[in-house]
């Protein structure tokens, strides 16, 4: 069974500073990775997907990297901004597709 | 505007009560996904269908019930709620007829209590 741990749970930085997320998973046999924004008492926005063919995605300040082969993706956020906070999650898809597997999510906070 | 739209929002009910949560979508998606979100439990699939007619399990489908007869709308039933299925609901939708290439799509999410 698939399993999706992110680390850290809680993270909270100063403005401006650089971050990383982390995302692991247990199953590499994956179609995509996927990362998700959620604000307080909202749904889920998705940020970036990546196919399990790709290496890394880009938005914006927003850079997901993806090594299937050691379970791993992260989420690097440049330049933070207060708006950033939220709690982001990242879901694998299995190849069975439709499936798909949630980690528990980092809550983050940038402090002005 | 492109959404999934979720109804009701919130719902406060008793044990053993049938209901209905409905979902539905505008674009055309073949995709579509029901999830719980419980805390210190995270986001977890309960059913999904990758087109119309065709549904299968997720990781939680006990006590629920879904049905996809047409491709815009995905309800969500529970035909003996019990106060374990207190949660936040969430559907999702997706472009692709597998749900494997595109983004999934969020609706705002269903506020269920059972009494």
């Known amino acids: 069974k698939q399993e999706v741990t992110q680390i850290p749970a809680a993270l909270s930085v100063p403005e401006g500073e650089n971050l990383v997320l982390n995302c692991s998973f247990t199953?590499?046999?994956?179609?995509?990775l996927q990362w998700f924004r959620q604000d307080p008492g909202k749904g889920l926005t998705s940020l970036l997907l990546?196919?399990?063919?790709?290496r890394e995605q880009t938005s914006g300040r927003l850079n997901a990297s993806l090594d299937k082969s050691s379970g791993r993706s992260t989420l690097y956020i440049a330049a933070s901004q207060p708006g950033d906070s939220a709690t982001y999650l990242c879901a694998v898809t299995a190849l069975n597709a439709g499936k798909s597997t949630f980690g528990d999510g980092t809550t983050l906070t940038v402090k002005p | 505007e492109a959404q999934v739209t979720q109804n009701p929002r919130y719902l406060i009910t008793v044990t053993g009560k049938k209901l209905t949560v409905t979902c539905s979508q505008n674009?055309?998606?073949?995709?579509m996904s029901w999830y719980r979100q419980d805390p210190g439990l995270g986001l977890r699939q309960i059913y999904y269908?990758?087109?119309?007619?065709?549904?299968d399990k997720g990781d939680v489908p006990e006590g629920y019930k879904v049905s996809r007869k047409e491709k815009r709308n995905f309800p969500l039933i529970l035909e003996s709620p019990s106060p374990n299925q207190t949660s936040l609901y969430f559907c999702?939708?997706?472009?692709?007829?597998?749900?494997?290439?595109?983004?999934?799509?969020f609706g705002d999410g269903t506020r269920l209590s059972i009494l």
């Open positions: 990546i196919q399990s063919s790709q």
């Open positions: 999702a939708s997706s472009t692709s007829g597998t749900g494997r290439g595109q983004p999934q799509h």
């Open positions: 199953d590499s046999a994956i179609y995509n």
């Open positions: 269908s990758m087109n119309v007619e065709v549904t």
């Open positions: 674009m055309n998606h073949e995709y």
